[in-house]
Nanobody, 122 residues
Framework: HAHLLESGGGSVQAVGSLILSCLASGRTVITNTMAWFLQPPGKGREFVAAINWSGGGTYYADSVRERFTISRDNAKYTLYVQMNDLKPEDTAVYYC???????????????WGQGTQVTVSS
């Protein structure tokens, strides 16, 4: 069993930056694909980025490619996303997820955090 806890959300102006972190408990998470999803107000969850267990493979939604960078530190049980050049349309609750066969589809993930709010003002 695993528990995920996001941190680092907040309010920022457009073109600003934020780093989100996700602390994982449970050794099995280290071997899982991990990902970030976002959920804008009144909408469904959307894929942002994913990283395989070794960190050697990363995948991004077109909307964040070149602006966001996903990474992980398995020794610290932590997943990160560096978000640069933020836009008002990035405003959402951001969720951390982990799963043995994670893809860009949210149902493919087993474990989820509670989410952290990111608000980008113009």
């Amino acid at each position: 069993h695993a528990h995920l806890l996001e941190s680092g959300g907040g309010s920022v102006q457009a073109v600003g930056s934020l780093i989100l972190s996700c602390l994982a408990s449970g050794r099995t998470v280290i071997t899982n694909t991990m990902a970030w999803f976002l959920q804008p107000p009144g909408k469904g969850r959307e894929f942002v980025a994913a990283i395989n267990w070794s960190g050697g493979g990363t995948y991004y939604a077109d909307s964040v490619r070149e602006r966001f960078t996903i990474s992980r530190d398995n020794a610290k049980y932590t997943l990160y996303v560096q978000m640069n050049d933020l836009k008002p349309e990035d405003t959402a609750v951001y969720y951390c997820a982990a799963g043995p066969r994670g893809t860009w589809v949210d149902q493919s993930y087993t474990y989820w955090g509670q989410g952290t709010q990111v608000t980008v003002s113009s």
